[in-house]
Each structure stands twice: as C-alpha cells, then as structure tokens.
C-alpha cells in the first residue's frame, strides 16, 4: 500500500511540476494568446476559408472540427516539450538515475495538459457559439464533454510518444509541427474523411481526432453518447497504443543510454 501511496505522489507533484517548469517563462499575457487568442484565430481562418471554398457550406462543420482539433496544442505540443524539456534543461540524467517508477513518471508528464488541452477545446467551443452562431441547442453537453476528454486523452498519447522521440532527435519543433499539421488535414477537422484518397483514409483511422471529431459533430446533431460509444472505446484503444510505443520507446532510449555510459540518448 507505501508503494500505491507513493506511486500516486509521485504521479501528482511530477504532474504539477513538470507543468509549471514547461511554462515557468510564460507571462499571463503570453499564455492568454496562446490558448484564447490562438483558437480564434485557427476557427476564423478555416471556417472562413472553408465556407469561401465550398460555396457556403454550413460553418459547423469546420467550427466542431477545429474546437477539437486545438486539443493537439496541449496533446501534442505541451506533452512532448515536458519530456523533451529534461533533456534540454539537463535533467534528463537524474530521470534515468532515479529509482521511482518509471510508468508512473512517464504518465504524469501529460495529466495537466489533459486538463489543459480540454479548457482549449471548450474555449474554441465558446468562440464558435458567441461568434459564428454555432449552435449547442440539440446537445448532451455531458457527453459532449466526455467526447473531449477521451479525445484529449488520446491526443495526449501521440504527444508522450513523439515525446520520447524528441530525444534522439534535435529539431522537435519538426517532429511537433509535422503532426500537427498532419492532424489537420487527416483527421477530419477540415477535410470530409470520405474525400481523402483511400491511403488517406486509412492513415486516418489510426490517428487520434479522427473519431472524437466524428464523435462530437454527432453528438451536437442530437446523437447520444451510447450511439458514439464503439468510436470512442476505439479512441481509447489508439491512445494507449500511443501511450505504450511512446513508454517502451523511452525505456529503450534510458537503456541505450546507460549503456553508452552517457545519460544520454545522442
């Protein structure tokens, strides 16, 4: 039970921690633009665009898949620079040194951006409905709810995996931008699924957002939550397949590491 307890701890305060180390250098202002600015201005662009493009197409479409897409902000972004930020700032030795768990540890670096990738989403939610008429009147806000954290979580996943990757690499901002792009085109936020060329497509359904996307433009049409819940079971399933790539991937760089008698993978 000492052990849970302190698993739990360790979880917890490595959570905190690494959250307030990754954003120690951020003013309020900075993170104002960053998470209510930056939303706006994703939803504008697109929607605009993609009403010009489509001979006025109904807005919601492209307003629900880029307030779920923002999660990949926190998911993908914030995830992998709380990994990838041990290595820079030189801690990245007493991580491997240390002889608390490991899962625990790994895990931990992506609770806070859970939460704060959901707060982006219902910021990006709120823009729509105040701005561009998005209307809610039809929707299980709980469910809706559920929808994005489940997406959140999985986005989440895809960051703790490019998160290890970013430590053998030296540009992760390439590795950062190329999925978040990517997510952009694939996952369905701009895009109808059924328009991508059959490659595509099948890309797409092992990409986290495809289905939570799906998901939530359902959900606001009036669906309920049990007739989403096989997409959202699949969801889950993605992310932590993600999750355990991303674990074993950092545990054979540690290995690796001490192995070369560096503390370091490069």
């Known amino acids: 039970m000492s052990k849970v307890i302190a698993n739990i701890r360790l979880f917890f305060q490595g959570a ?3 959250y307030i180390a990754l ?3 951020f003013r309020p202002s900075q993170y104002i633009a960053t998470k209510v600015v930056g939303p706006l201005a994703q939803i504008l662009f ?4 993609g009403k010009f493009g489509t001979s006025g197409e109904s807005a919601d479409f492209y307003i629900i898949g880029n307030a779920i897409q923002i999660t990949a902000l926190s998911g993908i972004f914030g995830v992998t620079f709380s990994i990838a930020g041990d290595r820079w700032n030189g801690t990245l030795p007493y991580q491997f040194g240390t002889p608390a768990n490991r899962m625990t540890m790994f895990l931990g670096r992506a609770a806070i951006h859970v939460i704060d990738g959901i707060f982006g989403v219902l910021i990006g939610f ?3 409905v105040t701005l ?6 039809n929707t299980d806000p709980w469910a809706l709810l559920l929808v994005i954290a489940v997406t959140t979580f999985s986005t989440s996943g895809l960051g703790l995996l490019l998160g290890s990757l970013s430590l053998i690499t030296r540009n992760v901002m390439f590795i950062n931008n190329t999925a978040y792009f990517l997510l952009l085109v694939l996952s369905g936020s701009n895009i109808a699924i059924d328009r991508l060329p059959p490659a595509l497509q099948a890309i797409s359904n092992f990409l986290p957002l495809t289905r939570g996307i799906a998901s939530a433009r359902a959900i606001i049409d009036g669906a309920t939550f049990r007739e989403v819940r096989p997409a959202m079971l699949e969801e889950i399933g993605i992310g932590i397949i993600y999750i355990m790539c991303g674990y074993a991937l950092f545990r054979w760089i540690e290995v690796l590491a001490k192995r070369r008698g560096t503390l370091e993978a490069m």
């Open 16 to 18: 905190v921690l690494s």
């Open 23 to 25: 954003f120690a250098w």
């Open 46 to 49: 697109f929607t605009l665009m």
């Open 126 to 128: 709120a823009w729509g």
């Open 132 to 137: 561009l008429g998005l209307d809610l009147s």
